[in-house]
């Protein structure tokens, strides 16, 4: 036993010292920044073009974003195999063009770049082309004559009146030829917006480009609305009406024209994944200067392509919440309900924020328990049972998102993050605790897997946790380390100082 | 304030903690391939029987939710018996059944139950509801233990069970467990069953603990526990100690009662015995468990060992509270 010990002390330690050092050498040698803090927040879009071959020679053009607005592009990379590549330049900015002679099967063609937001420039000049009047029927045309008439009166200048439309198309119930024309539009409202600005002879276009968030897998291009008011461009929400450049808005293209071309194919999408990290000023200066031969982030997670990346953020979380639940098991003595679901509660409280995680996760274990108390009548079979409490569970949930929809409480939709299953045989199980050893029992082990899921979800969501796990994967090493020498505690927790807290007083 | 007792005190006094238990006596004592004729209680009672161990009279086993009925329906010249799953953890999913009127049974609690419950209860414990990890499981029904009168009075609605700890071969620790009102029935510490401490030197008692309290009487019967002297002592810690060489683990609980006629007999065996002993002991394990380690070293057999410890854990002055405190009160 005296050798077991020592043998797992000199591999933790090893353990420990290896990911300490490997951390050191990173934060001393390639200066990713130890704290969250003196950062830049550096995007990784990828860009993701997949479409379905038909007969004859494929080309693909994708218009690239020029940088507009203060974006700054640290570092790009193209995936085309087995396909012709090259970017021109054209006229309005670069485009990168695939092609190949014939393709069979379905393809998909990436695009990766990083970037990041140096300044917070608005959008440069653009030049005004001359006002073309859309292409109508009649009745469109008198509809579209009797709209822009009507806003003209409420209206003070070009941007009033684009704010005035777009909200005009935007409400519940639009006035009566706003909802005709876009009854016979068939389209977004967006090119209904343009065609009316164009007929009350205002310059306007759409300006396309992505909105940031980060982990989203299949970001589809937005628009945005930018009209010329006589003295310069404004840019509008075709959606809210908000005016000005949103920060979390990528402009990809500006103007007319489509961002992506496939001849040769169809069904095409162009989708992107997102993710944001954080980089020092200093790396990202360095980056810049020398983007294409900076091998730092060949050496870490950054590596791996970005959906993998969105994933393994939340995965690298993992074992402090599991460091959590062996520190109190082990060293506290807490009683939980299950060895690990405390950890599927906190990566749901990750979701739905705190206090909204906790108001769902009682409601739903106690709603749950109230109706698996009127279960246990019907004498059912484990199995079917559990699988029932499962059903209901996901009723509850179904429930309680459309309640607080209708309420407005939108926070409350994050319900679905909960773990289903998990929740089902939580309910089973304490039900089973309640008849069998009372409610007291209920509640400990109830509260003990609360407060564990608490304390997970506390320290999980601390930023400079999720920026050490990501950045210095190695520091897992470390954590694992540590967990090997608590697995081989052989002290009191620190329930028993307690439990026999009257054994003191004897002899 | 939280009153805690300093870790340092705990050591001086020997209690054991649950980490130690878990690495030192429990991981390096018990070999994890011995585990399952503990956990199993058929196999269990096959390996009793075979060595000659007294166990309780099995009336038959459910494999499979289709003989439930069948199996109730041979029930039926029974009035008292037991239904518990074969691979149950703490004591979970048992149910004791005294007396029946027709399709009514009478639990030992005084609830009475219909087939349907019965069913349910049975069919609960083939899904594996009780057992550990929650695997199917077989439910098996037994005698009803008739136990022994002169203990009936310490127990409110139900047996009481007689654990002892037994460390490579050598009888360390002993309690009694009585059920009361506060416990529904039941013999666990930790819902409200006394524990009485047991002198492994002679089978009398040395202190009783309620809810980690000092007790004299118990809360429902009133009857004083410092007059408790068990009868068969050397029968039962002969028992005791024959579980440990039939299931060649090293640290072992054995849950004992006494039958009216056939005297110890062997209720279940434990691989993970708790902690609460020592409340109602009112002194540490590892003390002991160090005493006892020289035994196993020194004394050549299996009665040697017995006898050793008698005369090595004997304790001559009991911890009851001072005479003239009043019995602690249950909920009664």
């Not at chain 2, 018996?81 to 999913?93: R, Y």
Request: proline share 4%.
């Amino acid at each position: 036993m005296i050798a077991s010990r020592a043998k797992v002390g000199i591999v933790a330690g090893a353990m420990i010292l290896f990911g300490l050092a490997l951390t050191a050498y990173k934060v001393v040698r390639l200066d990713l920044p130890l704290w969250p803090g003196e950062s830049r927040e550096v995007w990784t879009i990828e860009t993701k073009i997949s479409f379905k071959p038909s007969d004859g020679p494929v080309d693909v053009e994708l218009r690239l974003p020029r940088g507009l607005g203060g974006w700054v592009t640290l570092e790009e990379h193209f995936a085309s195999s087995g396909f012709g590549f090259s970017v021109v330049e054209e006229q309005g900015g670069k485009v990168a063009r695939w092609s190949r002679q014939s393709l069979e099967h379905p393809t998909t063609l990436y695009y990766k770049q990083q970037a990041y937001r140096a300044r917070r420039d608005s959008l440069p000049a653009f030049p005004v082309s001359e006002v073309e009047a859309p292409l109508l029927e009649a009745d469109q045309q008198a509809a579209m004559e009797r709209l822009v008439a009507d806003l003209r009166d409420r209206s003070s200048g070009p941007a009033t009146f684009a704010a005035l439309l777009v909200q005009e198309l935007a409400r519940a119930e639009p006035g009566q030829d706003a909802e005709f024309l876009l009854g016979t539009y068939r389209d977004t409202a967006l090119r209904v917006v343009l065609d009316v600005l164009a007929y009350a002879g205002i310059p306007a276009h759409s300006v396309r480009g992505i909105q940031l968030q980060d982990g989203r897998r299949r970001q589809t291009l937005s628009e945005l609305l930018e009209i010329h008011d006589g003295s310069g461009w404004q840019l509008l929400d075709p959606v809210t009406g908000a005016s000005g450049l949103p920060d979390n808005f990528f402009v990809w293209h500006r103007g007319d024209g489509a961002a992506l071309r496939v001849m040769g194919g169809r069904d095409s999408r162009l989708e992107f994944a997102l993710v944001r990290n954080s980089l020092s000023a200093k790396t990202v200066v360095s980056m810049e200067q020398r983007s294409d031969d900076f091998a730092l982030l060949d050496f870490s997670i950054y590596a791996l392509p970005v959906e993998q990346q969105g994933i393994f953020k939340g995965i690298l979380l993992l074992p402090v919440a599991a460091f959590v639940v062996v520190v109190m098991r082990i060293l506290v003595g807490i009683k939980t309900s299950g060895t690990f679901m405390p950890i599927l509660i906190a990566l749901a409280f990750l979701q739905t924020t705190l206090l909204v995680g906790l108001a769902i996760f009682l409601t739903l274990v106690s709603v749950g328990l109230w109706i698996r108390s009127w279960l246990s009548h019907l004498n059912l079979l484990l199995v079917a049972r559990v699988s029932a409490v499962v059903i209901v569970v996901i009723l509850l949930m179904a429930v309680l998102a459309l309640i607080s929809y209708k309420l407005g409480l939108d926070q409350a939709l994050t319900v679905t993050f909960f773990p289903t299953i998990i929740l089902a045989w939580t309910i089973e199980r304490m039900s089973i605790l309640w008849e069998e050893e009372g409610g007291r029992e209920v509640m400990v082990q109830g509260g003990g897997s609360l407060l564990v899921a608490v304390m997970a979800y506390l320290i999980m969501s601390v930023g400079v946790v999720e920026h050490l796990t990501f950045n210095f994967p190695e520091l897992l090493v470390s954590l694992l380390g540590v967990i090997l020498l608590i697995g081989k505690y052989t002290g009191y927790r620190l329930s028993e100082l307690y439990r026999f807290r009257d054994m003191a007083n004897m002899k | 304030m939280i009153r805690l007792v300093a870790p340092s005190t705990l050591r001086r006094l020997g209690i054991l903690g649950m980490n130690s238990r878990n690495i030192a006596y429990i991981g390096a004592n018990n070999p994890r391939r011995n585990y399952q004729l503990v956990d199993n209680k058929l196999l269990t009672k096959k390996a009793a029987l075979e060595r000659g161990i007294v166990v309780p009279e099995l009336y038959g086993v459910i494999d499979y939710q289709f003989q439930i009925d069948h199996m109730l329906e041979q029930l039926q010249g029974r009035d008292a018996f037991v239904i518990k799953p074969v691979q149950g953890s703490g004591g979970k999913g048992i149910l004791v059944i005294v007396s029946r009127d027709g399709d009514h049974f009478v639990k030992s609690s005084g609830g009475v139950i219909d087939y349907r419950d019965l069913r349910r209860h049975t069919s609960n414990i083939l899904a594996g509801l009780h057992s550990l990890g929650g695997r199917n499981d077989f439910a098996m029904i037994e005698a009803l233990i008739d136990f022994n009168p002169a203990l009936a009075e310490y127990s409110y609605e139900g047996v009481p069970d007689i654990r002892v700890i037994v460390f490579r071969g050598v009888p360390v620790m002993a309690m009694m467990r009585c059920a009361t009102h506060a416990s529904d029935g039941k013999a666990n510490l930790h819902q409200g069953a006394v524990g009485v401490g047991i002198d492994i030197g002679n089978g009398h008692s040395i202190a009783a603990v309620q809810h980690g309290s000092l007790v004299t009487h118990h809360p429902d019967t009133g009857a004083c526990f410092k007059s408790l002297r068990l009868p068969d002592w050397e029968a039962i810690l002969d028992l005791a100690a024959s579980c440990a060489e039939m299931t060649g683990l090293g640290y072992l609980g054995a849950d004992i009662v006494l039958d009216r006629q056939r005297g110890p007999m062997l209720l279940e065996l434990n691989a993970r015995p708790g902690l609460a002993i020592q409340v109602a002991n009112q002194e540490g394990l590892i003390h002991r468990l160090k005493v006892a380690e020289e035994i196993a070293n020194t004394a050549p057999d299996h009665n040697a060992r017995i006898r050793i410890a008698r005369e090595r854990f004997h304790r001559p002055q009991p911890v009851f509270p001072e005479a003239g405190s009043a019995p602690a009160s249950g909920a009664a």
